[in-house]
């Protein structure tokens, strides 16, 4: 069936450095990837997306690029700062419903 | 700023009672999904509706949970009967239907004691 695998599970990175999460996806049909940022006690908010005539897509600190031959997107954050700690979700649309990874929990080390 | 709205956002109750939580979607939002988390884990899809008809619901346990659109404005997920292992946050999230993304309301964290 549909997946979408996401790594890694946890991260921690230096205040000022980069962090990339990695998201695979299963249905060669998925034309569009969003990203959620989920801090603690609070609903997922979308922080960037991509569709899948684009191979890459920036906002400020924040980049996404899509491999659709591998089937591969990732979520790349420059410069990190304290409150980019949170979780973060990768998603794939399917057939009207979003298949979602499972998560990584970003920290950011002042 | 168009929101998703959810209420109740706690709620407080015994074993075997009856909940009720009920979502607002975006208007003009035709699609809308109802989560589960737990412990900031993964989203967990439970149902989703389209122009108010279901489409999927295979993530719900069907015994005891049942979700409905009695309109457009309106979304409810009822556990009947509660048991303590549905102590979660339950989301709504409502979308277009097309390739935008979809918008999650705050959530209803749900104690069952």
């Known amino acids: 069936g549909e997946n979408v695998e996401q790594h890694p599970s946890t991260l921690s990175v230096q205040e000022g450095d980069s962090a990339v999460i990695k998201c695979t996806y299963s249905?060669?049909?998925?034309?569009?990837f969003p990203w959620y940022k989920q801090e603690l006690g609070k609903r997922p908010q979308l922080i960037i997306d991509?569709?899948?005539?684009?191979g890459e897509k920036k906002d400020q600190r924040i980049a996404v690029t899509l491999n659709k031959t591998a089937k591969h997107f990732s979520l790349h954050i420059t410069e990190t700062q304290p409150e980019d700690s949170a979780v973060y979700f990768c998603?794939?649309?399917?057939?009207?419903?979003?298949?979602f990874g499972t998560g990584t929990r970003l920290k950011v080390l002042a | 700023d168009a929101r998703v709205t959810q209420t109740p956002r706690h709620k407080v109750t015994e074993m075997g009672q009856e909940v009720t939580m009920r979502c607002q979607p975006i208007?003009?939002?035709?699609?809308v999904f109802w989560y589960r988390q737990t412990m900031m884990q993964g989203l967990e899809l439970l149902a989703y509706?389209?122009?108010?008809?279901?489409?999927?619901d295979s993530g719900m346990p069907k015994d005891r949970f049942s979700a409905e659109m009695p309109d457009a404005t309106l979304a409810t997920l009822k556990i009947q009967p509660s048991e303590p292992r549905d102590s979660a946050v339950y989301f709504c999230?409502?979308?277009?239907?097309?390739?935008?993304?979809?918008?999650f309301g705050d959530g209803t964290r749900l104690s069952i004691l």
């Open positions: 509706f389209r122009n108010r008809a279901p489409l999927d």
């Open positions: 208007l003009g939002h035709n699609t």
């Open positions: 991509i569709r899948s005539n684009v």
């Open positions: 998603a794939a649309l399917g057939t009207y419903k979003y298949i």
């Open positions: 999230a409502s979308g277009t239907g097309d390739v935008q993304p979809q918008h």
């Open positions: 249905d060669s049909a998925s034309n569009y």
